[in-house]
């Protein structure tokens, strides 16, 4: 196993993950707040789930995310 292309290819991975994750809570919100459907001063309760099945890895992070 190559330690460096291994370190950049979970880099190159939870940064694709980051990104495309932000964006589509901001447009999920955008959506919300345009529909009048939220106040703008809510949070939510948020979960995400890391799976690769090849590995038997399920791991499930908690969070929030916050408007005001």
Same mark, same amino acid.
């Given at each position: /196993?190559? @330690?460096?292309?291994?370190? +950049?290819?979970?880099? =190159?991975?939870?940064?694709?993950?980051?990104?495309?994750?932000?964006? $589509?809570? $901001?447009? !999920?919100? #955008? =959506? %919300? #707040? %345009? !529909?009048? %459907?939220?106040?703008?001063?809510?949070?939510?309760? !948020?979960? /995400?789930?890391? @799976? +690769?099945? !090849?590995?038997?890895?399920?791991?499930?992070?908690?969070? $929030?995310?916050?408007?005001?």
């Amino acid at each position: /196993m190559d @330690e460096e292309t291994f370190n +950049i290819s979970i880099r =190159k991975f939870l940064k694709m993950v980051g990104v495309s994750s932000q964006r $589509e809570i $901001e447009h !999920a919100v #955008a =959506k %919300a #707040a %345009a !529909a009048n %459907a939220i106040t703008g001063n809510e949070s939510f309760p !948020a979960t /995400m789930t890391l @799976e +690769i099945p !090849a590995l038997g890895l399920n791991v499930k992070f908690d969070g $929030e995310i916050r408007l005001q």
